[in-house]
C-alpha cells in the first residue's frame, strides 16, 4: 500500500525524504507528499501523480533546510488522487503520514465537526490527524496513546509535533513500520530500501509500539508505556541489490536473478543430496502424523500454494488443499492440531494472510510461514519460519519470488513424502538433484529468449487473451494470466483446459489468442485435443510444450519448445518464458511495467 519516510539528523531532512519515496514508491504513486519541522512550524508540499510531479513542485517551491520531516508516496484508499487528499495531513499542532485505513472515520469525523474541526480531504488519515490534535494536551505520548484508544482499523503513522522539534514519533498497528539507526540521525520507513543509502541497522516495530525517533538516539515504548529494548537487525543485502543495475526495468532484472535467487533457496537446505528443512518443530516425525496440509495466500503466492497441493498430494498422498486467504478467514475452515497450515507471502506483510495465520493458530492448527522478509509480520507470528532467499523485490509484479516459493513447495513436499515413507530414498535423491538444477534450466532459457520477444510483437494488439491447460499446467496458466493482465491491461484468463467446453469455448471467435500449456506427459494428448477444438473455431494458438512431445501440424500456430525435465519440476521451467512473455507485451504496449495502474507492492488493508 502507501510508503512512509521518516528522518530526524544533521542532513537536509527533504533531500533524505525524496531519497527514501524514491525506493518506495512502488508501494503507491497516486501522489506524493513531505513535510518539515523547521523548530517554529511545520511546512508541507505535496502532489497528485508520480513522483516527480513533486520534485518540480519542491524545485520551484523550495521547504526550509531543517534536519526533520516526513515524507508519504500513497496509494488511494479513502479519497480519489488529488492534490488535497495526498499526504501528509496536518490537524493543527500535529502533522502525519499514514498507511493503513481506519474504519471509524466517520464516526470519528461526525464529533470533530461538533467540537469545531473543519476537513478539507476526503481522506480518513485528516480525520486521524484531527483527532490526534484534539487529543494533544502537550504529552504526545499520552496524545499518541489516547488516539489509539479511540480508533478501529490498520495504520502505519510517522508523526510530527509543531512544539516537538527535531523529534519524530512513530506509531504501528497491523501495518508495517521499521526504525532504522544511523551516526547522529534516525529513520523511520515502511520498507528496507528507503533506508539502504544511510543504514543497514533497523528494528522492526511491533502491534502498538511507539517509537521516539531523536537524532541522538531512539526509544520505544509498548502499549502499556514502557520502554523496552528492540533487536537490532541487519540487512543481508545491498543498496545495489535495490537498483536496477543496468536493466531498463526491475522486472526484468528479477526476472534474471531468478536462478541465483533458486540456489540461495534450495542449496542450503539440501544435506547429503536429500532435503532437509532444518525446522525445530516440523521434523520427520511431526510430518509422518499431520492429517492434511492447507496452503493460504493471495494472488501470485496463492498460485505457488496451487502447485504445492499438487506437490504433496503426488509426492507425499497427504490431502491437501489451497485457499485465498480472504476467504479462508471468513469461511470458519475445519483445521485444528492435527493440520499443517502452510501460509506463503513475499513480504510477510499482507493483511488478509496475517489475518488467516492469526485465526489457523487459534484453531489449533501449526503454522509454516514461507516469506522473504526477515522479522515481518508474518515471520514472527508463525510457529516455524521458512525464509526464501530472494532478495529485495521491487516490481510490483512478483517474479522471482514466486520461483522461490516454488522451491519451498517442492522441499517440503519432498521432506514429507520421504518421512511417510511413500517416496523412496532413491527417488526423492534423483528429484532432489533436479531441484538443484532447476536454476541452470531457468538460465538456459534466460538466454535464449528471442523466441518469446517475437510472440510478443505478434499478439500485443490484442485485448482478450485466454491461457489454458490441466494440472500443474493449469496452475502455471492462471499465474502466466495473472502476469499479463496486472502490466499489459490485456483482459485475460485462464481456464482448466478440460472446462473448456462447459462454456468457454463460446468466446472464442476468429483470431483470439489462446496460450495452451502441455508439459505434463499423462495428460498432454487430452490437452492437445482440447487446443485443437479451440483452433476449430477461430483461435491463434501459441503451445508451450516438451522438446520431444509429438504436435500435428495443424494444432497450433505457434510452438514454444522447452528441455525436458521430469513433469513435476516443469513449473521451474515454464515460468520463465510466460513472465518474458507478459514482460514483452507490457513494453511493446507502452506500459509502465515496474508499476503498474491501480496496484501496489504489498497489501496491507483489507
Not at 526477515?374 to 525464509?387: K, M, N
Request: aromatic fraction near 6%.
Amino acid at each position: 500500500m502507501c510508503g512512509i519516510v521518516g528522518y530526524t539528523g544533521y542532513r537536509n531532512a527533504v533531500e533524505v525524504l525524496m531519497e527514501g519515496l524514491s525506493k518506495l514508491e512502488y508501494r503507491g504513486y497516486d501522489s506524493a507528499g513531505v513535510a518539515v519541522n523547521d523548530g517554529g512550524s511545520i511546512q508541507v508540499e505535496k502532489a497528485m501523480g508520480r513522483l516527480e510531479a513533486l520534485r518540480q513542485k519542491l524545485a520551484a517551491h523550495p521547504l526550509p533546510e531543517c534536519g526533520c520531516g516526513i515524507g508519504h508516496t500513497r496509494w488511494a484508499t479513502h479519497g480519489a488522487p488529488s492534490d488535497i487528499n495526498s499526504h501528509p495531513h496536518s490537524g493543527g499542532r500535529v502533522c502525519i503520514v499514514h498507511n493503513g485505513i481506519i474504519e471509524n472515520y466517520a464516526h470519528l469525523k461526525e464529533n470533530l465537526l461538533r467540537k469545531g474541526y473543519t476537513f478539507e480531504s476526503d481522506t480518513d488519515t485528516e480525520v486521524l490527524a484531527k483527532l490526534l490534535d484534539s487529543c494533544y494536551q502537550g504529552d504526545p505520548l499520552a496524545a499518541l496513546q489516547k488516539m489509539a484508544s479511540r480508533v478501529r482499523g490498520s495504520y502505519a503513522l510517522a508523526v510530527l509535533f509543531r512544539d516537538v522539534p527535531d523529534t519524530l514519533f512513530a506509531v504501528r498497528r497491523e501495518s508495517p513500520l521499521i526504525v532504522g539507526y544511523g551516526q547522529g540521525e534516525n529513520f523511520v520507513a515502511s520498507d528496507i530500501p528507503a533506508l539502504l543509502r544511510y543504514t543497514r541497522q533497523y528494528s522492526v516495530l511491533d502491534e502498538g509500539e511507539v517509537a521516539v525517533l531523536q537524532p541522538g538516539g531512539v526509544c520505544v515504548y509498548n502499549e502499556f508505556g514502557h520502554v523496552i529494548q528492540k533487536e537490532r537487525l541487519t540487512v543481508d543485502w545491498d543498496l545495489e541489490a535495490a537498483e536496477k543495475g543496468g536493466y531498463p526495468h526491475f522486472m526484468l532484472k528479477e526476472i534474471h536473478e531468478q536462478p541465483r535467487a533458486i540456489a540461495a533457496t534450495v542449496n542450503p537446505r539440501v544435506q547429503d543430496g536429500l532435503p532437509c528443512l532444518g525446522l525445530e518443530t516440523i521434523t520427520d516425525d511431526y510430518l509422518r502424523k499431520i492429517r492434511s496440509v492447507q496452503f493460504v495466500a493471495c494472488g501470485t503466492a496463492m498460485h505457488a500454494g496451487m502447485v504445492g497441493r499438487a506437490l504433496v498430494e503426488q509426492l507425499a498422498r497427504v490431502p491437501a488443499a489451497v485457499d485465498i486467504a480472504s476467504e479462508f478467514r471468513y469461511r470458519d475452515p475445519l483445521v485444528g492440531p492435527e493440520d499443517l497450515v502452510v501460509i506463503i507471502s513475499q513480504s510477510g506483510e499482507t493483511s488478509d494472510t496475517l489475518a488467516a495465520l492469526r485465526l489457523a493458530r487459534k484453531k489449533g492448527a501449526k503454522v509454516l510461514a514461507v516469506v522473504n522478509v526477515v522479522g515481518s509480520s508474518i515471520a514472527r507470528e508463525a510457529d516455524e519460519v521458512l525464509y526464501t532467499h530472494a532478495g529485495p523485490e521491487i516490481a510490483v509484479a512478483s517474479t522471482k519470488a514466486y520461483s522461490v516459493q516454488l522451491c519451498a513447495m517442492y522441499l517440503l513436499a519432498l521432506q514429507m513424502s520421504l518421512a511417510r515413507g511413500v517416496r523412496s530414498e532413491m527417488e526423492v535423491r534423483m528429484l532432489t538433484a533436479e531441484l538443484q538444477k532447476a536454476g541452470d534450466r531457468q538460465q538456459a532459457l534466460l538466454d535464449s529468449c528471442d523466441q518469446v520477444q517475437y510472440l510478443a510483437s505478434q499478439f500485443m494488439n490484442s485485448e482478450d487473451l485466454f491461457f489454458m491447460g490441466r494440472g500443474l499446467d493449469y496452475a502455471l496458466s492462471l499465474e502466466a494470466s495473472l502476469k499479463l493482465k496486472e502490466i499489459s491491461y490485456i483482459h485475460s484468463e485462464a481456464y482448466a483446459a478440460g472446462e473448456l467446453k462447459h462454456g468457454t469455448i463460446s468466446l472464442v471467435v476468429p483470431g483470439t489468442p489462446v496460450v495452451a500449456l502441455a508439459t505434463q506427459q499423462a495428460v498432454s494428448e487430452k490437452t492437445l485435443s482440447n487446443v485443437r477444438e479451440a483452433r476449430s473455431r477461430g483461435a491463434r494458438v501459441i503451445l508451450v510444450c516438451r522438446e520431444n512431445t509429438l504436435v500435428p501440424e495443424d494444432a497450433a500456430d505457434y510452438l514454444l519448445r522447452l528441455p525436458d525435465c521430469p513433469d513435476l519440476l516443469m513449473p521451474l521451467q515454464m515460468i520463465v518464458p510466460l513472465q518474458l512473455f507478459a514482460y514483452y507485451m507490457s513494453v511493446l504496449r507502452g506500459c509502465d511495467v515496474d508499476k503498474p495502474r491501480n496496484l501496489a507492492k504489498s497489501v496491507t488493508v483489507e
